[in-house]
């Protein structure tokens, strides 16, 4: 089966630019999450959907991030503006049923660097 | 808040040697998974073991086990006959009634 598909995979913006990060999950996978991992760190929850709607986006700087998930397949992640401590590698993940004990498959990332 | 801390930042194990990651995490829920994640150099996060607290008997797959100390918090990863392809970042996670927890990550360096 294919695995979970991101783009672009690289992205180098300016502060204050906006950008968007693309995601299509497993076939078939419900839940969908978006992990922030700054270097060094482990991956940080940014938001999660249960099909389009949102179960947990507590830790989503809402007054610069935002995500939907249209049609509760693909989703988008935007930063508008950018600042220098949004570098990091953006993730990626579905899960068939619900997150507690749900194995969770990740697509390739998409690292931001922002100048 | 749950959180989960790995005290090593990096390990090295040569070619078939056994290597023991550790992991602690702090929770009040009863109920709740453990998890270890591999994430080798520019490609994606794989789930290489699962624990379930409820199960007192430990985890394996394969050349991989887990050592769980409930009462402990403690939840460590041992890699049997260790291979090249070993060579990762290894994430410990936790997850309860919310969302997934990831500890800062042990590098397991493998050297021939």
């Known amino acids: 089966e294919a695995g979970v598909a991101q783009s672009p995979r690289y992205k180098i913006i300016e502060k204050r630019q906006s950008v968007a990060f693309w995601c299509n999950p497993i076939?078939?996978?419900?839940?969908l999450y978006w992990y922030q991992q700054i270097l060094g760190q482990g991956p940080k929850l940014l938001i999660q959907f249960q099909n389009n709607g949102v179960v947990d986006d507590s830790q989503l700087p809402k007054d610069r991030f935002s995500a939907e998930r249209l049609k509760g397949v693909d989703s988008t992640l935007k930063i508008q503006p950018a600042k220098l401590e949004d570098s990091a590698v953006y993730l990626c993940?579905?899960?068939?049923?619900?997150?507690?004990?749900?194995?969770?498959?990740f697509g390739p990332g998409t690292r931001l660097t922002v100048t | 808040a749950q959180t989960v801390t790995q005290s090593q930042p990096e390990m090295s194990v040569q070619e078939a040697e056994t290597v023991t990651l550790s992991c602690t995490y702090d929770t009040s829920e009863s109920d709740y998974y453990l998890f270890w994640y591999k994430q080798p150099p520019s490609r994606q996060m794989i789930l290489v073991i699962r624990?379930?607290?409820?199960?007192?008997q430990n985890a394996t797959e394969n050349r991989f086990s887990v050592n769980f100390q409930k009462a402990a918090k403690s939840f460590s990863l041992k890699i049997s006959d260790s291979q090249l392809g070993d060579a990762a970042m290894y994430f410990c996670a936790y997850s309860g009634y919310s969302t997934l927890t990831f500890g800062k990550g042990t590098m397991l360096l493998v050297s021939p």
């Open positions: 624990q379930e607290a409820y199960k007192q």
């Open positions: 993940a579905s899960s068939f049923g619900a997150p507690e004990g749900s194995e969770q498959y």
């Open positions: 076939s078939g996978h419900a839940t």
